[in-house]
């Protein structure tokens, strides 16, 4: 009868994993995992933030762009049709992250509100 002990070094020999080990492989796995659906998260987010900002110096570059030509000044406020000619294909930037774009009046720097937080921010203010 064999008791699965290895006869030339006197120790237990078995087949296999035991379930602690199995337990703690798959809970490096885990941690190993979620630290890497955290990074992605933040990736995306710092993307999509990059991207509403980009999209509001664009619309503040019209804005310029549309007073100039129709001689406007401050306080004057275009409309989307009135400042799609001065973007790439006549189209409005579209939306990144389901966010509204306020154009405001020439003067005041446009903005955009998220329906949803991208990070902690759920208004992203244009930049000059």
């Known amino acids: 009868m064999d008791s699965g002990m290895d006869k030339k070094y006197g120790r237990n020999c078995r087949n296999g994993f035991s379930l ?3 337990m703690v ?3 490096i796995i885990a941690l190993l995992a979620s630290t890497t659906f955290l990074s992605v998260v933040r990736a995306r987010e710092q ?3 990059q991207n ?3 999209n509001l110096k664009k619309i503040e570059a019209a804005k310029s762009q ?3 030509e129709n001689g406007r000044s401050t306080g004057s406020t275009p409309t989307m049709t009135d400042l799609a000619p001065f973007f790439g294909g006549n189209t ?3 939306p990144v ?3 509204t774009y306020f154009i405001g009046a020439i ?3 446009p903005y955009a509100d998220t329906a949803m937080p991208i990070g902690t921010e759920t208004r992203f203010a244009g930049i000059n």
């Open 92 to 94: 409005f930037p579209a």
């Open 25 to 27: 492989v798959t809970a």
């Open 97 to 99: 992250a389901s966010e």
């Open 107 to 109: 003067g005041s720097l």
């Open 52 to 54: 509403i900002i980009n």
């Open 66 to 68: 549309w007073a100039m």
């Open 47 to 49: 993307t999509q933030r």
């Open 20 to 22: 602690l080990e199995l």
